[in-house]
């Protein structure tokens, strides 16, 4: 069973930074998409960033303030700067298995595993 462990969530002041961090539990990570997903109050699940299993490849909703990453330990980070108070969300990892190296998915639909969520706020 894959298990994704998100942590870094917290309370930011505008224009500050965090990053996030994902674990996942997973046999053959090398061919997995990793995606980050959030969630504000009353509206839908939002695409924010995703990256390839190679690692080669990233796409995100708005480029320029966010970055994901990856690494050999089964973690994928997301760094998130010039934070604004409409990035206040729930921020999900999720894992589409399958994929070939330099893939990515930006459809919720095309994950198949999903993280408990971690709160982001930022305060103006």
């Known amino acids: 069973q894959v298990q994704l ?6 309370s930011v002041q505008a224009g500050g930074s ?3 961090s994902c674990a996942a539990s997973v046999q053959a990570f090398h061919q997995d998409v990793m995606g ?3 969630q504000a109050p009353g509206k839908e699940r939002d695409f924010v960033a995703a990256i390839s299993p190679s690692g080669r490849r990233a796409t995100y ?3 320029g303030r966010f970055t994901i990453s990856r690494d050999n330990a089964r973690v994928v980070r997301l760094q998130m ?3 604004k108070p409409e990035d206040t969300a ?3 990892c999720a894992v589409g298995r399958g994929s070939t190296s330099d893939s990515v998915r930006r ?3 095309q994950y198949d595993y999903w993280g408990q969520g971690t709160q982001v706020t930022v305060s103006s």
Not at 5 to 10: H, P, V
Request: proline residues 0%.
């Open 5 to 10: 462990a998100e942590s870094g969530g917290g």
């Open 18 to 20: 965090l990053t996030l």
């Open 36 to 38: 980050w997903f959030r």
């Open 61 to 63: 909703a708005d480029a």
């Open 81 to 83: 700067s010039s934070l």
């Open 90 to 92: 729930v921020y999900y």
């Open 107 to 109: 459809d919720s639909g």
